[in-house]
């Protein structure tokens, strides 16, 4: 069936180095890849996405990078600050009405 | 104006008893969803409903009955909770039809069975 595997499930980084969290699926219609933080007692948030046509979008200190055929996709953090702290989730879909979400990657980044 | 809003925000309760969380969304999506956060984290659909009408039920309880009166409003109904119903659930909604499947999430209900 669908999956999403997500690795590391945690992830300890010096503040100022970049963090790196990688996800495989398995869904080969799967054409859209966001990047959801959850700071504790917090919801998910949506920090990135990306598009199966395309390979990589930056938004200022995060990055997305996608290999469709490898299946791959990769979350950058550069420059880690302490508030980057949160849990991590990638999630794949194929623009229907279900995400898949891989099983969380729990950030710290230590001062 | 909170976009996606559930209540109550903690539910502590027996064992089998049964109990309802609400959710309502104002930004106008045509879908709406249910997930539920494990110990662990782990994020794992139930529902979801478009445009009011069932689309995905992901092998869920039959205790579990969500109900949909309208696209704004996705509720969900627990009889006979059992221990392992503990957990987070989340209220969730998006706009599929426009190809925007950004998923807008509630706080979160912290389901305690006792």
């Known amino acids: 069936g669908e999956n999403v595997e997500q690795h590391p499930s945690t992830l300890s980084v010096q503040e100022g180095d970049s963090a790196v969290i990688k996800c495989t699926y398995s869904?080969?219609?799967?054409?859209?890849f966001p990047w959801y933080k959850q700071e504790l007692g917090k919801r998910p948030q949506l920090i990135i996405d990306?598009?199966?046509?395309?390979g990589e979008k930056k938004d200022q200190r995060i990055a997305v990078t996608l290999n469709k055929t490898a299946k791959h996709f990769s979350l950058h953090i550069t420059e880690t600050q302490p508030e980057d702290s949160a849990v991590y989730f990638c999630?794949?879909?194929?623009?229907?009405?279900?995400?898949?979400f891989g099983t969380g990657t729990r950030l710290k980044v230590l001062a | 104006d909170t976009a996606v809003s559930q209540t109550p925000k903690y539910l502590v309760t027996q064992m089998g008893n049964d109990k309802s969380i609400k959710c309502e969304q104002n930004?106008?999506?045509?879908?709406m969803y249910w997930y539920k956060q494990d110990s662990k984290k782990f994020l794992k659909i139930m529902f979801s409903?478009?445009?009011?009408?069932?689309?995905i039920n992901e092998t869920v309880p039959n205790r579990f009955s969500p109900k949909s009166p309208d696209k704004a409003h996705l509720n969900l109904h627990i009889n006979s909770l059992e221990l392992g119903d503990s957990a987070v659930y989340f209220c969730?909604?998006?706009?599929?039809?426009?190809?925007?499947?950004?998923?807008?999430f509630g706080s979160g209900t912290q389901l305690s069975v006792l």
């Open positions: 969730a909604s998006s706009q599929v039809s426009q190809n925007n499947e950004k998923l807008f």
């Open positions: 869904d080969s219609a799967s054409n859209y």
């Open positions: 990306i598009r199966s046509n395309v």
């Open positions: 999630a794949g879909s194929h623009g229907t009405y279900k995400y898949i």
């Open positions: 930004l106008g999506h045509d879908t």
């Open positions: 409903y478009n445009n009011k009408e069932l689309i």
